[in-house]
């Protein structure tokens, strides 16, 4: 007879790696949330939404599981996204304090393995095809990464800054959290009538390149003392797997 524990995973395994769709719901970015569904004594099963990945879903159309071992945590694919694996992650957490041992890659697409960075950093060992070696160092898994990142854009959302406890007004001196009393609107002012009547932009490339060169001539040790460093945002950029 096997195990009760490793019925539970290969359950899983199955129903994690079969699953066509989630059942279909519509809810705004701020409101879609990872959570974990108990189906065992032991497992747990996370469902993602129906459809393509977008920003209004965040790439959340996956699902995901976990088993409770008396060993540690085994997660049977990681999400589509980092900040999607964190969440996972995190859910994990709240469910057990037992370390995270291995992810179990059912396959290499993308809304199943661009959560993996959070749970590898956790200490997991990454268990795959061969395939999906060959698939990550071809080259095509940074490419598919890069397309996720430009159609999924809210990747650093209000919510990803404050997990990452960074501070507004200093540590993004143009960040200002909706709940920042009289100024919590700043970040969401509908520029659509001013283009509507002819404003035009520069390309944010423009815009960036032009304010790097007027800071450099200019003496910035008083103005910028208190702004996120240099070593502090790769760090942050990292944590939320981003390069």
Same mark, same amino acid.
């Given at each position: 007879m096997i195990p009760a524990p490793f019925r539970a995973l290969?359950?899983?395994?199955v129903a994690v790696a079969l699953a066509g769709s989630a059942v279909a719901q519509t809810r705004p970015a701020a409101d879609v949330a990872v959570t974990a569904q108990q189906v065992s004594?032991? $497992?747990?099963?996370?469902? $993602?939404?129906? $459809? /393509?990945?977008?920003?209004?879903?965040? $790439?959340?159309t996956s699902n995901a599981g976990f088993v409770v071992t008396d060993d540690g945590v085994v997660v049977i694919d990681a999400l589509g996204t980092p900040p999607l694996g964190a969440a996972l992650l995190k859910e994990i957490r709240r469910i057990t304090d037992k370390p995270v041992r291995r992810v179990i890659v059912t396959h290499y697409h993308a809304d199943h393995v661009y959560g993996l960075p959070a749970l590898k950093a956790a200490g997991a060992e990454i268990w795959a095809h061969r395939e999906a070696q060959r698939y990550f160092s071809s080259g095509q898994a940074d490419e598919r990464l890069q397309q996720r990142r430009?159609?999924?854009?809210?990747?650093?959302?209000?919510?990803?800054l404050v997990d990452f406890h960074v501070e507004p007004w200093t540590g993004l001196p143009l960040w200002i959290p909706s709940t920042e009393g009289d100024a919590g609107g700043f /970040?969401?002012?509908?520029?659509?009538?001013a283009r509507a009547a002819g404003l035009a932009t520069r390309p944010l490339v423009e815009t960036v390149r032009d304010t790097a060169a007027w800071l450099a001539a200019r003496d910035?040790?008083?103005?910028w003392r208190n702004v996120q460093s240099g070593a502090r945002e790769r760090l942050l950029l990292s944590a939320i797997g981003a390069r």
């Open positions: 290969a359950l899983l395994v004594p032991r $497992g747990w099963y996370i469902q $993602g939404e129906a $459809g /393509m990945a977008s920003a209004a879903n965040r $790439g959340h430009r159609d999924l854009f809210p990747w650093v959302d209000e919510k990803t /970040m969401s002012v509908n520029c659509d009538k910035n040790a008083c103005a």
